[in-house]
């Protein structure tokens, strides 16, 4: 959510700001909405003061051994018109509310300008991609050549965008995401969290995915109202939610691991071969809590993290920014780690590490006790993959096939798998 005094004092700012993203800030409209509920205030402030006016009198009268049956039956009156005063400012905020909470984050100021992916700007590259002797296949072929993995299966117990995995590219899948955890807890200095799947509808407007992005949950049938984490950024950043965090523990670094749910409502037709967009999936989520002035080296200590992972898998990767109209609707800046993929010939994402700044932690209230000011202030909060841990399998397979059809395994991973070194 967006700051309210800022949207108040200069909300051309903002709506200049957003036009950046392609989003249109409706000025007249919030405009309206803030003049009923100022009006309704001010009207509410007056009674207010009328009634407490009024209960002196009350109170002077009795003192006096008058009669006060007139000021009392004003006080009725006042209390019953401040009731419906008070529906009035509540209803209209409200409306303002659910307003804010369609509008997306601010965007950084060096954020690329941009429509769509094509003006992202590559900020680095690390790895020169492996040159074959034979024509690489992608990891479709590789797995199912190698009996690791079945789509068709997959389709017959739950239909299309779902994988089950055997054998040696299960366990692989498996090596994966226990090297992610180690690496960022031994070396990285993050807190493992075990979070729960299941998360309220509360949860998800806290970090955002609600109510934007609705038709990308999966709900669960039920009084409870359960969503599907599509993300294990949602449980672990609502872990401060309506917290006041004591700033001797700021940073706050977690790491978690957990599948993803998402019904992929927006991408038909996208990825349906494979690995790469599937409805049930695993990352390693890492998660920053962080003092706001802090936020952006967090930023880069987070990108860093998620990198060293490429590296050590030694998978070529190239770093990207992304432009205005490419980053989500949380973020105030975002970079993508892009791997090489063989068997599709180009850089595909495998990790977003963004900043969301204070836009997750007003609508979480999730803040910290400034010790310069004294008072509470909404924190920053980030997130990134570190990494996706499917598209890491895809990007194994990939870069470490053989000629004849088997995998190497990356020497970090041998620990992992028993000490083999090939699938």
């Known amino acids: 959510m967006l700051d309210p005094k800022l949207l108040r004092s200069d909300p051309a700012a903002v709506a200049t700001n957003l036009q950046r993203r392609g989003f249109n800030l409706d000025v007249a409209a919030f405009t ?39 000021l009392l039956r004003r006080a009725e009156e006042l209390t019953g018109q401040l009731a419906t005063s008070d529906a009035a400012i509540a209803a209209v905020q409200t409306e303002l509310d659910a307003w804010q909470l369609g509008l997306p984050n601010l965007l950084h100021e060096s954020v690329p300008d941009g429509n769509d992916e094509t003006a992202n700007k590559e900020v680095r590259r690390w790895g020169t991609p492996r040159k074959f002797d034979f024509k690489p296949l992608d990891h479709v072929a590789l797995g199912e050549n190698l009996g690791g993995l079945d789509f068709e299966t997959a389709a017959k117990i739950s239909g299309a965008r779902f994988s089950v995995m055997k054998g040696g590219v299960a366990r692989l899948h498996r ?66 939610r309506d917290s006041i965090v004591d700033p001797g523990k700021l940073p706050m670094k977690m790491v978690t691991h957990t599948p993803c749910f998402r019904s992929e409502a927006g991408a038909a037709g996208k990825d349906t ?53 490419d980053i989500g609707f949380t973020s105030a800046k975002t970079y993508d780690l892009e791997v090489w993929l063989p068997g599709q010939d180009r850089y595909r994402e495998i990790s ?63 620990p992992y798998m028993g000490g083999a070194d090939s699938v």
């Open 32 to 70: 309206a909405l803030e003049e009923r509920r100022k009006a309704a205030q001010i009207e509410s402030d007056k009674m207010r003061a009328e009634r407490n006016a009024n209960a002196r009198a009350v109170g002077m009268a009795k003192g006096k051994g008058e009669d006060a049956s007139a």
């Open 175 to 240: 090596a994966l995401a226990q090297f992610m955890l180690d690496l960022h807890t031994r070396e990285h200095g993050y807190t493992e969290v075990y979070v729960p799947f299941l998360v309220t509808a509360g949860s998800l407007q806290g970090t955002g995915q609600l109510p934007k992005a609705e038709a990308d949950m999966f709900r669960v049938s039920g009084e409870q109202g359960f969503y599907l984490i599509p993300t294990g950024e949602v449980p672990a950043t609502n872990i401060v």
């Open 273 to 325: 071969r494979g690995l790469i967009r599937q409805h049930q999936f695993e990352k390693v989520e890492l998660v920053h809590i962080a003092r706001p002035t802090e936020s952006y080296a967090s930023l880069e200590d987070l990108t860093a993290s998620a990198e060293k992972v490429l590296q050590k898998l030694e998978l070529p990767y190239r770093v990207v920014a992304l432009c205005a109209g």
């Open 352 to 414: 977003s590490c963004s900043n969301c700044e204070a836009f997750q932690a007003r609508r979480m209230q999730a803040r910290w006790r400034n010790p310069e000011t004294g008072k509470p202030e909404p924190l920053h909060t980030l997130n990134g993959s570190g990494v996706a841990v499917g598209r890491a399998l895809v990007a194994v397979l990939e870069n470490y096939q053989n000629a004849d059809g088997s995998v190497s395994i990356p020497g970090v991973l041998r």
